[in-house]
């Protein structure tokens, strides 16, 4: 359930899409300062949900290709994507338009394939709608979780699959993005491996491709230099391959690689299970994509490795120019959703009590009802009082179950008296008996060192105090008590200590197995360091052990 706190902040404006599958399975947002409110906003790739886009450009009209809205609508049902659309105002004071297509990719889950199917699906949706918004005339930003590390550079251990380029993810990637970095006579082989090329000049700078676009056939012969053979492809990629072809030919930009086209370990995400960032053993699955033309204006694309949160950093974008805000905002805006927009009352308000409480003037205050003690009317002597209860009392701590009840004053204080008369008429206390009265009217016997109190029910530090002691201001008249007797510690002890582990003779933690097996939900001691790469000294070691075995 969305909160106000979180949807409502000062100075944005926020747009949220939720799952309509599956509540807390998916679902993507976006924050607009007050600087950047968007002129138009969108929820969703498909144009069958709320909001509009410039000229018509989110409507399932101008898509390319062959959709139902069958499938359109399962494709948006996972609250996966949300676009708005800003105005910019270059150096030129031009204005022009941009498009933020905020996404979160679908994963393929290895227990269902099908998933694989409706993971190219959302692709060639995401293509299709980046490519209708540039056919309006605005720019085109594509931010997000794509979950595919596109390249061997993007992995932590590439070598691990066998089939890593075959991947149709990959292939796909490799059909959507543009092979085009910054800098010159550098070329980047499928390996993430950098050589010099002298007498060839593969990658373009950005000021050449303004205004220019790839076509597939150009894009292709860049390329067959790392063709792949088909026949390499196992039987059921083979089947799939109709999940490559588009339906048009809108291609973007890796902004990261095309600053960043050699850089080692840039990586977005980790697996928080095995504490891999600490050893920063992850995947680069999170990108900004841009078309071409808005290159020249872009000054430097980022990962932000050191920001904490979740299993994922944060990547940013530096544009160049000023954006110009809207002076409304868009309807799918959040602060219009139901549950925010005007007065409707909570469902905690009719539970509130309607009849005023009374008050009681300065007479009145030496007047108090506790539960413990109830009071009858004629008792208070014609004063006016609700009758109703007032509870004085606060909720009872679990220490006082453990604790000697307090006793009366008045008993206490005859006590008190009692035991004073007894000590002035005796000069000497006896050695192995003695009585004593605190100032909170507790009163306790103790004898032959056993320190049984009188009622039975009190815990005891093994100190004694005689009333010598206490005229004289050697002892405090507070009482001692054993920090175990306030709370549940003293009745149960905390678990073993973990075992070492033998590569760093460090703690262990303790993990479960998740997975479906015989061992589900069994724990076990693992090396608490992050997984990282083999041979890697400061990684994690390979030490395995059940819990509740040697």
Known sequence: ???????IVEGYSSYFSFSRKRSGYSGVATFCSKEATPIYAQEGLSGLYGGSLFDKGGTPEVLAGHWTEEELRSLD???????TQHSMKGNNSKLSSIAVINVYCPRVDPEKPERRVYKLRFYELLRQRAAAIYATGCHVIIVGD???????IDHCDPDDNEDFELRLERRYLDRFLIPVYKEDNKDIDERGNSEDKTNTTLLTN???????????????????DIALDDSAYEEDVNTDEYLLESASNFQVVDTFRYFHPNQQEAFTCWNTFTNA????????????????????????????????????????????????PSSTLPDVCTKFFPEFKGNQQKLSSYFQ???????????DRAIQLTCGNKRKLNDLKG???????????KQIKLNSYFSIKPKKMEESKEILSANEADIKGNKSCSKNTYASSYSNGEHFSKQDDKHSPETGNEIYDGTTTTPNEYEKGTKSPEKKVSSQSSGWGFLMKGPKPPPLCPGHQEPTVVRTVRKKGPNMNRQFYACARGAGREGDPNAQCNFFQWVGKK
């Open 353 to 363: 009590p309607v009849d005023e409480i009374p008050t009681f003037k300065a007479d």
């Open 277 to 324: 960032r600490s050893s920063n053993y992850g995947t680069r699955i999170d990108y900004i994509f841009t078309d071409e033309s808005i290159l020249p204006i872009i000054d430097e694309s980022i990962i932000l490795q050191d920001v904490m949160g979740s299993d994922h950093c944060p990547v940013a974008l530096r544009v160049k120019g000023e954006l110009s």
């Open 1 to 7: 359930m969305l909160e106000e706190p979180l949807a």
């Open 146 to 152: 794509i979950n595919t590390s596109h390249k061997r």
């Open 206 to 224: 950005a000021q050449q491709l303004e205004g220019r676009k790839f076509s597939e056939a150009e894009f292709v012969t860049n390329q067959k």
């Open 383 to 393: 004063k006016s009082v609700s009758k109703k209860k007032q509870l004085c009392e």
């Open 77 to 83: 049902s996972e609250g996966r994507a949300i676009i």
